[in-house]
Nanobody, 123 residues
Framework: QVQLVESGGGLVQAGGSLRLSCAAS????????MGWFRQAPGKEREVVAA????????YYAVSVLGRFTISRINAKNTVYLQMNSLKPDDTAVYYCAAAAARWANSKDEYGYWGQGTQVTVSS
């Protein structure tokens, strides 16, 4: 089992920045691919970014490419999502997720989920 706890969400103006953190506990963090997903009201949950277990490979949704950066520090059991140049369309609940694999970038591969943190971007 892996337990995930997100933090860092909040209200920010368009153009601003936020950094989300996800602390993991349980089994060996370095053995899990990690991802950030988001779900806006009335929409399906979508992948935002993913990072391999070693941190050497990343994936970004087209909508956030160049604005968001995913990273991880395995020694701290933590994955981050740095979000810059935020837009109102980025408003959603953001979820951290873990997959028992070296790499995963689709929602169905992730078996462990955090409770989510709200990000609201005002115009």
């Amino acid at each position: 089992q892996v337990q995930l706890v997100e933090s860092g969400g909040g209200l920010v103006q368009a153009g601003g920045s936020l950094r989300l953190s996800c602390a993991a506990s349980g089994r060996t963090f370095s053995g899990y691919a990690m991802g950030w997903f988001r779900q806006a009201p009335g929409k399906e949950r979508e992948v935002v970014a993913a990072i391999s277990s070693s941190g050497g490979r990343t994936y970004y949704a087209v909508s956030v490419l160049g604005r968001f950066t995913i990273s991880r520090i395995n020694a701290k059991n933590t994955v981050y999502l740095q979000m810059n140049s935020l837009k109102p369309d980025d408003t959603a609940v953001y979820y951290c997720a873990a997959a028992a694999a070296r790499w995963a970038n689709s929602k169905d591969e992730y078996g462990y989920w955090g409770q989510g943190t709200q990000v609201t971007v005002s115009s």
